[in-house]
């Protein structure tokens, strides 16, 4: 039961442009959502996150933006630079058992092409 | 280095052999994460530990599977009799707490191939 879906394996973009990833949930008591970014032999860095009372958070270049509703959340990256091709990690969280319990989505690989 | 530190990096091992996984967590941090990452598969959970809690096992795969922290120091991850299945990458990842704004600090991983 995967409960945090990244239905896209991988996406290439030109250097520059916007990177949009996307993930879906199916869990509702998900109330903490987070970005990983995940470099090959190594392991995953916390990127961005957001609470589910927020509809969107920004840091820098990256920006999260959180549906409720569709149960959906994105990443976008704006502008792309090649530096960014990694493995992204959609994961969400809900307090269980007195902590936060984080479910993982299972990656999209982003190519940016100078 | 500050970071968290896994050790080894890459373990072969034979069928039916018992292996021992080991995790430095960040000093400080009361919470310490267990997750396996199979071949083209998300992080899946494993184990949770906070301070001198009970840990959460709920996400470990078989009872061939434990792991054992002391206090809020070294962690290791047994797999006993490995099964080809258990071939994957190991990571562990710490944090300050377990709630929602700590985020996991995570380690690089063993590569675990059982042959």
């Known amino acids: 039961d995967q409960q945090v879906k990244q239905n896209s394996p991988s996406l290439s973009v030109q250097e520059g442009r916007i990177s949009i990833l996307n993930c879906d949930y199916t869990n509702s008591m998900f109330d903490y959502f987070l970005w990983y970014k995940k470099y090959p032999a190594e392991g995953p860095t916390f990127l961005i996150s957001?609470?589910?009372?927020?509809d969107k958070n920004e840091d820098g270049r990256f920006t999260v933006f959180l549906n409720k509703s569709a149960k959906h959340l994105s990443l976008h990256i704006v502008p792309s630079q090649p530096g960014d091709s990694a493995v992204y990690f959609c994961a969400a969280s809900y307090p269980s058992g007195g902590y936060q319990k984080v479910t993982f989505g299972t990656g999209t690989k982003l190519q940016v092409i100078p | 280095g500050a970071g968290v530190s896994q050790s080894p990096s890459n373990k072969v091992t034979e069928k039916g052999k018992d292996v021992e996984l080991r995790c430095d967590p960040i000093?400080?941090?009361?919470?310490l994460y267990w997750y396996r990452q199979r071949l083209g598969q998300g992080l899946e959970f494993l184990i949770y530990f906070q301070g001198n809690s009970a840990p959460d096992k709920s996400g470990l795969p078989s009872d061939r599977f434990s792991a054992e922290r002391t206090g809020e120091s070294v962690s290791t991850l047994t797999i006993q009799r490995t099964q080809q299945e258990d071939s994957a990458v190991y990571l562990c990842?710490?944090?300050?707490?377990?709630?929602?704004?700590?985020?996991?600090?995570f380690g690089p991983g063993t590569r675990l191939t059982v042959l």
């Open positions: 957001i609470s589910s009372i927020k």
């Open positions: 990842a710490s944090s300050l707490k377990g709630t929602a704004y700590n985020e996991q600090f």
């Open positions: 000093s400080g941090h009361t919470a």
